[in-house]
């Protein structure tokens, strides 16, 4: 079965800095990989996916990861956060045979952005 | 609003209760899941229809556990008996019928609390 570790439990930035949240997966095969957002009193929304082709992947308002295939990691970035990113951050992973796309969710990074 | 409906947002029950929440997915997406999360972890997978058809349930889902999609669209999940360990909020989640790998899109949740 697989799993996903996410490190970092909660992450306090001021606005314009960089961010790097961590996401390691545990599966022996090949995965498609996802970031969801959840912002305060809202569902889950995606951020962004890899299934194959290019490693590096945009999403939506800035935020990119990378698929390394070799360290099993896919870490979301964004060059200059915003107070308006405060969320909760979670990386998932499904087994890219799965028929079905159930997710494994990480435990989720709680990011604070102070103005 | 054309996301992912969950009713009721709230429920607060008393131990021993039988509770039912409904989930109306997104149209024409025959896929729907049922998640659980806790307080400060990710969403964990509950069960997964295909239509009508219930194809995975996770060891998570006890015999207190029941969900249901009659029809093929909206889904029920049915908590007999609850215990306050049942406390978390209940997530819906729906895709459409691509046979490859697809975004999952998530409804608010049901928040249930077990008194």
């Known amino acids: 079965a697989q799993s996903v570790s996410q490190h970092n439990h909660h992450v306090i930035l001021s606005e314009a800095a960089s961010l790097e949240l961590g996401c390691n997966y545990s599966?022996?095969?090949?995965?498609?990989l996802f970031w969801y957002v959840q912002y305060p009193g809202q569902h889950l929304q995606l951020l962004l996916k890899?299934?194959?082709?290019?490693?590096l992947v945009k999403g939506i308002k800035g935020f990119e990861a990378e698929f390394i295939k070799s360290k099993f990691s896919f870490n979301l970035r964004k060059p200059s956060v915003q107070w308006s990113d405060t969320a909760e951050y979670f990386c998932a992973v499904t087994p890219a045979g799965n028929a079905g796309n159930m997710l494994t969710f990480g435990g989720g990074t709680r990011l604070m952005v102070k103005p | 609003d054309t996301g992912v409906s969950q009713n009721p947002r709230h429920k607060i029950t008393k131990r021993g209760q039988n509770v039912t929440f409904r989930c109306d997915p997104i149209s024409e997406h025959n896929r729907l899941y049922w998640y659980r999360q806790t307080l400060g972890q990710g969403p964990e997978f509950l069960t997964y229809?295909?239509?009508?058809?219930?194809?995975?349930k996770s060891r998570l889902l006890s015999d207190r556990f029941s969900a249901e999609r009659p029809k093929g669209s909206f889904s029920t999940l049915e908590i007999q008996r609850t215990e306050q360990g049942d406390s978390a909020m209940y997530l819906c989640?729906?895709?459409?019928?691509?046979?490859?790998?697809?975004?999952?899109?998530f409804g608010q949740g049901t928040r249930l609390t077990v008194v």
């Open positions: 599966y022996g095969g090949t995965v498609n």
């Open positions: 890899y299934f194959s082709g290019d490693p």
């Open positions: 989640a729906s895709s459409l019928p691509w046979a490859g790998p697809t975004e999952a899109f």
């Open positions: 229809f295909q239509n009508e058809a219930q194809l995975e």
